[in-house]
């Protein structure tokens, strides 16, 4: 079975340019999540999807991040436009459908480094 | 904002021993808790999860949860140096989305 796979695995970029990040999850898992993972932190949840529908977005900071997920099948995450705390990993995860809440299990995708100079 | 709290570390042990991790949470509802293991420059996987009051074991592993006190802890048994990772505890309060901790990073010394 693949795993979830993202794209790219670096980008760097300069302050208040924008950048785009896409994730393939597991075939067959309905939800998705975007994470942002800061240097020397856990991860922190920025979106979930269920199928195409977001779940859970209070995180995300809508003035400048925005993410879809067209057909409920791969997602894209953008930032536009990019500051310099935006310096982080982003990981995509995916989980079954009909998991519920508090039992899924996620699996992470290798995730994506963004450095903004 | 939920609060889960780790031990940043590093936890240094040496090979063969037992490693001891802790975590706490803020959230009485809470009620599923995951214990994820992260090598430096890679994601996250997952080593366990735990339900119930008391403990569960998979191979070297045992989660340990307590409810009434708001901490779930992860034993390591016979600690290898391939052990050596930063070890992420996430909760899952109810009707609401992980919480992950911010990690402890174990070393296992040969």
């Known amino acids: 079975e693949a795993g979830v796979a993202q794209s790219p695995r670096y980008k760097i970029i300069e302050k208040r340019q924008s950048v785009a990040f896409w994730c393939n999850p597991i075939?067959?898992?309905?939800?998705l999540y975007w994470y942002q993972q800061i240097l020397g932190q856990g991860p922190k949840l920025l979106i979930q999807?269920?199928?195409?529908?977001?779940?859970?977005d209070s995180q995300l900071p809508k003035d400048r991040f925005s993410a879809e997920r067209l057909k409920g099948v791969d997602s894209t995450l953008k930032i536009q436009p990019a500051k310099l705390e935006d310096s982080a990993v982003y990981l995509c995860?995916?989980?079954?459908?009909?998991?519920?809440?508090?039992?899924?299990?996620?699996?992470f995708g290798p995730g994506t480094r963004l450095l903004v100079l | 904002q939920k609060e889960v709290e780790q031990n940043s570390g590093p936890l240094s042990v040496p090979e063969g021993a037992i490693a001891s991790l802790n975590c706490t949470y803020s959230?009485?509802?809470?009620?599923?808790f995951f214990w994820y293991r992260q090598y430096s420059g890679k994601s996250p996987e997952l080593i366990m999860f735990i339900y119930s009051n008391g403990d569960k074991e998979d191979g070297r592993f045992t989660a340990q949860l307590n409810k009434a006190s708001q901490y779930v802890s992860l034993l390591i048994r016979d600690s290898q140096p391939s052990d050596s990772a930063t070890y992420l505890c996430a909760v899952n309060p109810y009707g609401q989305n992980f919480v992950f901790g911010p990690g402890t990073r174990l070393s296992v010394l040969p």
């Open positions: 959230d009485r509802g809470s009620q599923s």
């Open positions: 999807f269920q199928n195409n529908g977001v779940v859970d």
């Open positions: 995860a995916s989980s079954p459908e009909g998991a519920g809440w508090g039992q899924e299990t996620q699996y």
């Open positions: 075939s067959g898992h309905a939800t």
